[in-house]
């Protein structure tokens, strides 16, 4: 291969596109959990994989920070994901609410959720 092969090369390879994150936009993410904690390790790296997905995460500790939260809401859609005690509290709450596309519970006792 001649020099002038091997910097064609290196000027096609740099021109190929990276593939870029796709973000999620007009969406919001509530997460409700009353044990939430930025400094906990676990947290924090759940709420940095969240944050690459979805533009706007916002985090709440109890239900009413919740439903201010969605009352505030004028075009996006919003998903809101809570522990099993505060969805017992939370789903009753919200129904009505047209932004709010989906509640997903996370909690070990699955059978106390199934409708």
């Not at 740099?14 to 509530?30: G, H, T, V």
């Amino acid at each position: 291969m001649s020099g002038s092969d091997s910097n064609q090369n290196a000027a096609a390879s740099s021109n190929i596109r990276q593939p870029r994150q796709r973000m999620a936009q007009n969406y919001l993410l509530i997460w409700v959990d009353a044990s939430i904690d930025e400094a906990d390790e676990d947290c924090h790296n759940t709420l940095a994989q969240l944050k690459n997905v979805i533009n706007d995460v916002n985090l709440c500790t109890e239900s009413d920070q919740c439903i201010e939260a969605l009352n505030k809401v004028d075009k996006e859609h919003v998903f809101v994901i809570t522990s099993g005690s505060l969805g017992q509290h939370l789903v009753p709450k919200t129904h009505g609410i047209s932004q709010l596309d989906a509640i997903y519970i996370f909690c070990g006792n699955k059978s106390s959720h199934d409708g």
